[in-house]
């Protein structure tokens, strides 16, 4: 146990100590040697001899696999950002958002998979459980704000991030009551099974679907956000939320609409990551959500560009990095580490850059 | 001095909506048969009144009417409630109708818990139409006393409340309190039913009676003399000596009257109030939210296991980790906590200048790092990966075996616990624990007072870390065997719910909310599915409606007076309710400015 005594002359002393940049020295050593890791692995991993290496289908299947993952990530950092721009707050809750949606699909899924339905008319299945999930994640992200968060709305910023933990575990066992706690698989319909050559490169149909899905989701958002009314008066808030109600901005409505608005994006992000994956259970919200909020904060937390561009970075980080990276080490199942890998770039990205590469910098201050 | 119909409406729906919210997650079915009070009050049945009780009591609250807070009057009080209750019990008994309509089969392939048993329960097995009367009378029922409970006059109303509680503590230690009787000689079968484990009815009646009498007494002793009682408890040095020698008296004595099954209980408590302790430092009196406080847990219990001579669980066999020693436990264990310290300085020194949520995000983050890689393939070679690691030393001392005896390694633990408690409370009031507090009211202000929050910081995690590794260390030892599946996020989030339901900064909070949440739920097992589920309410609940936790600390209590409180609550635009008023307290100092509240 670690006893301090510092009597006057000792802090003199370190006084002089202290007025080293040690913050400064240790980061430097420590951006060089994370530096250092990653290109030897690289390397290491690129001249492995032939028989060991990852072909060059295997890299395209990486870089594919990262998008699709990526984009998805995408839509849900899509929900902590908006959140975070006008409440700062991190909705920690946001993954079980997602996971209800997903549950929500599944049933549906399972009864038209049952019937036929899915394999018969794909389409409109699809659509219907693109609403179904749509609509209960929004349930949940609505509800979730009127009951955990809005009392809360001046609480110094700990309480609403405890709160909003607290609310994670409770949704999450609360889906564990609900629908019990096995793992159920997710039914796909036949014709998005196999791939379709795009460009001369076989992609499955599914990562197809996700990559189209999002971009949709994504120019349908940044429409609404810069052209609508209420678009702006979430602008607005997000600017200054006092003075925006001042201006006569509702901004309980706004910050509703925001919660909304991000639980439909999770309730697309759920029925493609329950087709991609092709199961469902009640803790899947939580690496996802993570892996998510880590995108956000990536690209930038607050910044709408910065949710994509963070969350098709992580997916490309971490379906490449573990095969890149650790196989140069002969590291045992690099994949099993593929979730250490979203919470060390966390890390790192809150260490060195917390405004994040499209932010301001200004989120490192107290 | 009415209530207002719409008022009666919303609360009556939100008890039905509860009601619908408990029997879906399945609580009713895993207490039906848990018997409190003779055979017919169950604790399923005692949560079938619970949500109109709750709703009626909310409805009757005082209203605050132009500034002027103004109590709902007894008469208009109970037939609110009831009405309340009504509501409730319409809205649940049309969901009960409904889903026997709809047929509980098809309800069952969404919701796992609809089923006949179920049904049957909540219509007293009379069957849906005739036994739905019986649940809306029991819902009125419920909402009266609700209604009662708020507005009754405060002379029958606390003798009344202290009674009730008292009959429901007593029946929820229903595994306890008879094995101690027994073991002091008396016959437990008045008071405990042999058969249903509940109490009898004469048991229950004498415990409401003696409760309420001794309720009656106090009140009726007169100012003075509860001053005077009140002051000698809280000051006199005697008293509190005396208080205090009583107290590890209890503690010395617990496992030998409670027998190993409850020791082995008690023990895991121990460990979460000594990780509380640890977190409490960090969290309470630093501010620092560390959401991955589960790193030292594991940190200690692996290291311990590698300095003692553990063995990695292998596919062929057990094998010597990469590296290892053979210390005896008592000196090993003190390596561990010195080894965590300088973890926490580690961990602490580049997340330092990060703002609170997002130091909170990057603990949590490096927490889930150690759990990932301790539970990867790539750490078999050192610490076992998926299969974990096994024979971790007994720490066998004077002819007392702390792993294979659960009464033996109460003590052991406990032992660590008033280590902790002495060395955190002798914290609290020194130099550097008023640079703590003064760090986490405000940093800045801090900082040019002169108060080196950098070092500061560090030291708290620490001191933290330190302890935390000691909890895990002694989870070790009383397993003996370690798997990755017991360090996870879930360890963390334990700690934190017992440190903020006692109360942050609070060393008596610590104490009470691990009997509570690791306590509870280890003697009644039928709480196990349900511990996470009770512990993200709490973390919700406690934070919107009392954030300064069950037992407060008393200077941080102080430093929220009450004219700062309705100030805030008025700049919130809010009423001035109750509720309301709790939820702008400033997060029981969570270690934000005050210019954050704005």
Known sequence: MGTVTQGPTRGAQLGRLERLPWRKIILVVLSVLILAVVLVGAYRTLTLPEDQAYSGTAWRNFIILGLAQGSIYALIALGYTLVYGILRMINFAHGEVFMFGAFAAFFFADAYEASGFLDRSPVASLVILLTVAMLTSMGVAVLLERVAYRPLRNAPRLVPLITAIGASFFLRETARGFFGPQTRGFGVPTALEGTWTILGIPIDRIQVLVLVTVIIAMTLLSLFISRTRTGKSMRAVAADSEIASLMGIHVDRVIVTTFAIGGLLAGVAAVLFSLTFESVNFFMGFRPGIAAFTAAVLGGIGSISGAALGGILLGLLQSLGPALILTGYDIPSPFQLKDAFTFFVLVLVLIFRPGGLLGTGDAEKV | ?598
Not at chain 2, 462 to 478: E, K, N, T, W
């Open chain 2, 1 to 598: 001095m009415g209530i207002a119909r719409r008022s009666v409406m919303r609360g009556g729906a939100f008890g039905g909506i509860a009601a619908i919210y408990i029997a879906l997650v399945g609580l009713y079915t895993e207490f039906a048969e848990l018997e409190l009070v003779g055979e017919q009050i169950t604790l399923g049945r005692v949560m079938l009144v619970a949500p109109a009780l709750v709703a009626a009591y909310a409805v009757t609250r005082p209203r605050v009417v132009a500034g002027e807070r103004r109590p709902v009057g007894f008469g208009a009080g109970v037939a609110g409630g009831a009405l309340t209750g009504l509501v409730t019990g319409g809205v649940f008994a049309a969901a009960v109708w409904f889903a026997e309509w709809f047929g509980v089969d098809r309800i069952r392939e969404v919701f796992i818990q609809v089923s006949e048993p179920l049904i049957a329960f909540l219509t007293f097995d009379q069957g849906v139409p005739a036994g739905l009367p019986i649940l809306i009378g029991i819902s009125i029922l419920g909402g009266a006393v609700g209604g009662l409970a708020r507005t009754a006059p405060a002379v029958a109303r606390a003798p009344l409340a202290v009674g009730t509680i008292a009959v429901i503590a007593m029946a929820m230690l229903q595994r306890i309190i008879p094995i101690v009787f027994v073991e002091l000689g008396f016959k437990a079968d008045w008071l405990y039913s042999p058969v249903t484990r509940g109490l009898t009815w004469l048991g229950a009646a004498l415990i409401f009676a003696v409760a309420a009498a001794a309720n009656v007494l106090w009140h009726r002793s007169g100012e003075q003399t509860r001053e005077r009682v009140r002051s000698t408890v809280q000051e006199a040095p005697a008293a509190k000596l005396g208080l205090l020698v009583a107290i590890l008296a209890i503690l010395a004595i617990m496992p030998l009257l409670l027998g190993t099954v409850i020791s082995e209980v008690l023990g895991q408590v121990m460990i979460y109030v000594l990780l509380g302790i640890g977190l409490n430092i960090v969290v309470g009196y630093a501010g620092l939210l560390d959401l991955g406080y589960v790193a030292f847990f594991a940190f200690g219990a692996y290291t311990l296991g590698l300095f003692t001579g553990a063995f990695l669980n292998t596919t062929a066999g057990a094998a010597e980790p990469a590296l290892s020693a053979d210390l005896n436990f008592y000196v090993a264990i003190w390596i561990v906590a010195l080894l965590a310290a300088g973890l926490g300085l580690l961990i602490g020194a580049p997340v330092l200048r990060l703002r609170g949520d997002y130091l909170a995000i990057v603990t949590l983050g490096l927490g889930e790092i150690v759990s990932i890689i301790t539970a990867s393939k790539w750490a078999q070679p050192l610490i076992g990966g998926p299969q974990g690691m096994r024979g971790v030393t007994k720490a066998e001392f004077a002819g007392l075996n702390f792993q294979d005896n659960p009464q033996h390694f109460y003590y052991l633990v406990l032992a660590f616990v008033l280590l902790a408690l002495f060395i955190s409370w002798r914290l609290a009031g020194s130099r550097i624990g008023r640079a703590w507090n003064a760090m986490r009211e405000d940093e800045q202000v801090a900082e040019a007072m002169g108060v080196s929050t950098i070092r500061f910081k560090l030291l708290a995690f620490a001191m933290g870390g330190a302890i935390g590794s000691l909890g895990g260390a002694l989870f070790a030892v009383s397993l003996g065997s370690l798997t990755p599946t017991s360090f996870e996020l879930v360890v963390s989030i334990t700690a934190l719910a017992v440190v903020i339901l006692g109360g942050l900064g609070s060393l008596p909070g610590v104490v009470v909310g691990a009997l509570v949440l690791i306590g509870l739920p280890g003697l009644l097992r039928e709480f196990e599915a349900y511990r996470l589920l009770v512990y993200g309410g709490a973390l919700v609940a406690i934070m919107i409606l009392r954030p300064q936790g069950l037992i407060p600390n008393v200077r941080r209590s102080r430093e929220l007076h009450e004219e700062e409180v309705e100030q805030d609550a008025w700049a919130a635009g809010t009423t001035g309710d109750r509720e309301a008023v709790a939820a702008v307290l400033p997060g029981g100092g969570l270690g934000v400015g005050r210019e954050d509240i704005e």
